[in-house]
């Protein structure tokens, strides 16, 4: 991903846990990119860096889907 546009994602996760918290002063000022060294921005900047690493592999993220000899699927997902 672009680093603005992680910032972007960052800042807007940020403001929302900060509106929910019961900090709108503080969420407004995030959103208007004032905020960026708040302690919020860097954990939501550092965990959204965090999960895009494991981006661009073919295995999904999660436990292995069980499979078949003939390569259907396996374990309650039926069709």
Do not use: Q, W
């Not at 603005?4 to 208007?32: C, F, K, M, N, Q």
């Not at 900047?45 to 003939?70: A, C, F, Q, Y």
């Amino acid at each position: 991903m672009n680093a603005a546009i992680d910032l972007a994602a960052a800042r807007e996760a940020a403001a929302r846990h900060l509106d929910v918290s019961g900090y709108p002063g503080e969420a407004a000022l995030v959103r208007a990119g004032k905020g960026d060294d708040f302690a919020e921005v860097r954990i939501a900047l550092s965990l959204l860096t965090i999960l895009s690493e494991g981006r661009g592999t073919t295995e999904p993220v999660g436990p292995p889907v069980r499979r078949d000899r003939n390569g259907h699927r396996v374990g309650g997902e039926e069709c």
